[in-house]
């Protein structure tokens, strides 16, 4: 490797693990303050909100790295370009093309990462999550009851709590509709509530304090209601946990390839399901991609940077995340409603700023720039070319 391309790879480095650290910090804040909740008030250990933490961790790098690599690119030759060092470069007889190996090699290794994370890290971390919730659902089964909030964790009962104090552990204002026993679905009302499990039986009982039950029979049109100041229920979470395991083994974020592509050629199954599971799989070597599209786009836009580089710099990267993520997003949607194929829907982004990276390192190369009436032309020509494919 020649000294230019070392130097131009240490001018990327600190601002891409900088940017890497703050980007996956933030995104892993707004998770943070909730794990944090069921840590001090739930009575979740430490040990199980770390591991969270740490299972998260491959999704979100999945969107960090490739645009910190693009912020890094921008503000690391929008500095060289700033000082005339682009410039002492080419005066030296280097093309930009030439300065493209080094962003070459940083975005090969970022897409090996991220393709690394997208095809096997993120799924086995997705569903290692949802068993670790799963365990801590067992040892306290408070964790997943939320205030205002319809709860169906337990088989049978459908539980309603006005209010939970920051303790956790009590229920106010508790609205309970108990369909175990389909002839006879009763409603219960009490003042309090309160959750006393037993994670080794996996049995909980729900203490009612203060209230009623109001038992209306259809068949014989007759009304009871029974008051109490105490009054225990049984519930069984082990069977909850046992249909909810059932229902939801694997989803389509925690499938590898070959499951995808095992269900996706599978017989019978609904259309719809399959076309999410085809949207899943194409996605995992979409989002990769990013990586080298950023790469591309960087170079162009980086080295037009001459003043005020930071600012600029990542106001740029800004807007370019936006638009191709709004562009996949797009997408996305509409090939999961049907309205397109999944390959028009979520390669043709990947397509179009390939095209937009390739059109901008041209001419950047050749230093020319792209005025509005030039950019107004071809628009023009694009429609005409659309308007006669169509």
Known sequence: MKIIDRYILRELSFPFFMNLGIMTFVLLLGKI?????????????????????????????????????????????????????????????????RL???????????????????????PASNYATKNLLFTVLRQNASVGIKEKVFNDNFKGLLLYANHIPA???????????????????????????????????LLVSLRLEEGSTHIIDMKRKSYSKMDFSSYDINLDLESSLGEITKKSAKDSTEMTPAELIANIASPGGQEAVKRELSVELN????????????????????????????????TMGLIIVLLYYLAQLGGTALTETGNISVWLGLWFPNFLFTVAGFYLLHTAAQERGMSIDDFRGRLSSLRQWLGRSG
């Open 283 to 314: 996605k995992k070597f979409t989002m990769p991609l990013t990586c080298l599209i950023f790469g591309l786009l960087g170079l162009p836009v980086g080295v037009r940077v001459k003043k005020s580089a930071k600012a600029r710099a990542f």
């Open 33 to 97: 303050l909730q794990l944090m909740d069921l840590m001090v008030n739930k009575g979740v250990t430490v040990s199980a909100i770390v591991r969270l933490i740490f299972f998260l961790m491959p999704y979100f790098l999945l969107f960090t790295i490739p645009i910190s690599l693009l912020l890094a690119i921008l503000a690391g030759l929008g500095r060289l370009s700033a000082d005339n060092e682009i410039t002492v470069l080419k005066g030296a007889g280097l093309s930009l093309y």
């Open 100 to 122: 493209l190996y080094p962003i070459a090699l940083a975005s090969g290794l970022a897409f090996l990462i991220t393709l690394s994370l997208s095809l096997f890290f993120v």
């Open 167 to 201: 303790n956790g552990k009590s229920m106010e204002g508790v609205i309970i509709s108990d369909n175990r026993i389909s002839r006879q679905p009763s409603t219960i009302f009490a003042d309090r509530a309160y959750l006393i499990s037993d994670p080794e039986s």
